[in-house]
Nanobody, 122 residues
């Protein structure tokens, strides 16, 4: 019922910047928290940043001060601006959203995007 589509990943040199986008579509009544997670090879998926519908944000210590999460509620889209990228930021980045759908507005469903690769290398 709901699809999340990420874009904006790619190859960037250390110290560079990238902006990830994730657009949610489908029979959406409302979206609660939207977040970015990442998973590096051989590691567990970890939270990078999250934002509530009212704009309250939370960041992993590893990206705090270098990344900014934002969202456009009218477009059901969340963004992650990443600056001063490091090789250890290399991972597949996944978008996550807690969504109320029209078929069941009292329940929050958890949706994931397909992931976008971010590679930081010289």
């Amino acid at each position: 019922q709901v699809q999340l589509v990420e874009s904006g990943g790619g190859l960037v040199q250390p110290g560079g910047s990238l902006r990830l986008s994730c657009a949610a579509s489908g029979r959406i009544f409302s979206i609660n928290v939207m977040a970015w997670y990442r998973q590096a090879p051989g590691k567990q998926r970890e939270l990078v940043a999250a934002i509530t519908s009212s704009g309250i944000t939370n960041y992993a210590d590893s990206v705090k001060g270098r990344s900014t999460i934002s969202r456009d509620n009218a477009k059901n889209t969340v963004y992650l601006q990443m600056n001063s990228l490091k090789p250890e930021d290399t991972a597949v980045y996944y978008c996550n959203a807690g969504v109320r759908v029209w078929a069941s507005t009292t329940r929050i469903y958890d949706y994931w995007g397909q992931g976008t690769q971010v590679t930081v290398s010289s």
